[in-house]
């Protein structure tokens, strides 16, 4: 989902909650500085770059604000986004981020929750 996406959607629903727009807002920012930075040259836009592929690729899920607890918040599919996204330079990379982290939307949280 790009910027304009969530505008459009936001305009479409007639009553979203603070709560909701918040984590809209933080969403809609990691994917402004993913696209934009994507090949930047300056070390600071480079870090914005990283910092939101790592937040796209992390599968925390005990944080708030982590980019699955996020899409879980707000009914979206994390591995849908990052694909429509590029965050997955392969399918090698997609595939090692599921074993590493061991677990993806839909299936049941660790039991430590």
């Known amino acids: ?7 459009y959607v936001m305009e479409r629903r007639n009553s ?21 930075h994507r090949r930047a040259t300056r070390a600071s836009e480079k870090r914005l770059f990283q910092e939101a592929q790592t937040w796209f690729m992390s599968r925390e ?14 009914d979206l599919d994390p591995d849908a986004v990052c694909q429509r996204l590029g965050v997955w330079s392969s399918e ?11 677990f993806l939307h839909g299936d049941s949280l660790p039991k430590e929750c």
Not at 1 to 7: A, E, G
Not at 92 to 102: C, L, V
Request: aromatic share 16%; proline share 4%; net charge negative.
């Open 92 to 102: 090698g990379e997609r595939e090692t981020q599921r074993r590493e982290y061991g």
């Open 1 to 7: 989902m790009v910027p304009t996406q969530y505008f």
């Open 61 to 74: 899920v005990f944080n708030a604000f982590s980019f699955v607890a996020v899409c879980q918040a707000l």
């Open 16 to 36: 979203v909650s603070p709560e909701s727009k918040l984590l809209w807002a933080v969403l809609a920012s990691a994917i402004h500085d993913f696209q934009e």
